[in-house]
């Protein structure tokens, strides 16, 4: 079946420097991507989206890039800051019109001080 | 406003007995969506209601499942009986109209264990 998934499974960054989470998914169809944060005890968070018809859409210290050819997002986040620890997961929606999206396992992010 | 507010936060109960889970969406809301969140399979949506009523219900595991609506600012889960396997974080995420995902506000989660 179709699934997204994530490279890394933990990721330690220092603060200050920029981190970059990885997600590869399968579904070729998939035509939107979103990025969750997930901090400890708490619900998933929306980060930043992108449709497929972009390669690359920027938010506040956030990038998501979109690269189809090789099924691969990606999430940067700048400057990261104690506040960015968290998880991070991607998710894709399999076509316009159906909200069910499929969920990575995500990646977990510590900001070093 | 207070956000999408669930509980319990935390049920631990045996196999075999029945579970309750709760949820209040943010006023005004009209879909309710209920998820579970394992590390095996990550997110996964069971349900959603719109005005009430249950759209979609393909994910919900088995009849040992279900899920209701009564009124726009009241939403339970059931599980009778509960298994192990159904361990899991089960969210509640709240949206106005069938709005794109990302519009959708979660609860903290319910953490459930079943021994």
């Known amino acids: 079946g179709e699934s997204v998934g994530l490279h890394l499974p933990t990721l330690s960054v220092q603060e200050g420097d920029n981190s970059i989470i990885n997600c590869a998914y399968s579904n070729s169809a998939s035509d939107y991507f979103i990025w969750y944060k997930q901090e400890s005890g708490k619900g998933p968070q929306f980060i930043i989206d992108?449709?497929?018809?972009?390669d690359k859409r920027q938010g506040q210290r956030v990038t998501v890039l979109l690269n189809k050819t090789v099924k691969h997002l990606s999430l940067q986040i700048a400057a990261t800051q104690p506040g960015d620890s968290a998880v991070y997961f991607c998710a894709e929606r399999p076509n316009f019109g159906n909200e069910k999206l499929t969920f990575g396992t995500g990646t977990r992010l510590t900001i070093i001080p | 406003d207070a956000g999408v507010i669930q509980s319990p936060r935390h049920e631990v109960t045996e196999m075999g007995q029945e579970v309750t889970l709760r949820c209040k969406p943010i006023s005004g809301h009209n879909s309710l969506f209920w998820y579970r969140q394992t590390m095996m399979r990550g997110l996964e949506l069971l349900i959603y209601f719109n005005n009430n009523v249950p759209i979609d219900d393909s994910g919900m595991p088995e009849d040992r499942f279900s899920a209701k609506m009564p009124n726009a600012s009241f939403s339970t889960l059931k599980i009778q009986p509960s298994e192990p396997r159904d361990s899991a974080v089960y969210f509640c995420?709240?949206?106005?109209?069938?709005?794109?995902?990302?519009?959708?506000?979660f609860g903290p989660g319910t953490r459930l264990t079943v021994t």
């Open positions: 995420a709240s949206s106005f109209g069938l709005a794109p995902a990302k519009e959708q506000y």
């Open positions: 992108i449709r497929s018809n972009m």
